[in-house]
């Protein structure tokens, strides 16, 4: 197995002096390929923190984080982009689908930020929308589409550039239950087949579906916890 993630005695710190707030206190984690793991905590426990570390979004104040074996210390803000666009697939709980586009283009659109000619780019987005069910639905606008049926645009979103880790912040918040345990079963679906997924959620029965759990208190990890889903 290769390591996707790993962090080694990570701290991050926010503001100066005496209004100093330590996010992350000595933070150790290996995410290897092919886990499926949820980082759960109460607000202000770590979890965004993590999250923006993980994704590439900012850098440690003291320690280690590797991502895709690259370590971000090293990295300027144009190399910690192209890792973050190249690595990374995200999934939010607010979808951030084009408005005016179709599901077909929507999907695209990472590829066609690579360069990648617009026929090559559509006709892999079709093949992604086709995997998670959504094939007869490429020419519907956002608007068009129900929650679940965004979150699938999405999901083949960050899944249509190939990358080492699907990192899903709270992907089921805005869907109804029936719905958010539809996309669980896609998630759960997508890593048998290999795919990593970190899943940064405050709701402890979709932590459950995840085969590790990870749980922060005060930028501490408190417990690390692995079984069957």
Known sequence: MSTVVEMLNVTKTFGEGSSIVKALDGVDIRIEKG??????????SG???????IGCLDRPTTGLVKVAGED??????????SLRNYAIGFVFQSFFLLPKTDALD???TPLFYRGVPAKEARKKAMEMLSKLGMADRYTHQSTELSGGQQQRVAIARALVTQPSLILADEPTGALDST???QVMDLFENLNREGI??????????IAKRAKRRITLKDGKIINDERGAA
């Open 179 to 181: 719905t958010g345990k």
């Open 72 to 81: 971000l210390s090293n990295l300027n803000d144009k190399k910690l982009t």
């Open 106 to 108: 929507n999907v695209a």
């Open 196 to 205: 990593t997924i970190v899943l940064i959620t405050h709701d402890l029965e």
């Open 47 to 53: 979890k965004s923190t993590m999250m923006n570390l």
């Open 35 to 44: 886990e499926f793991v949820a980082i759960v905590g109460a607000s202000g």
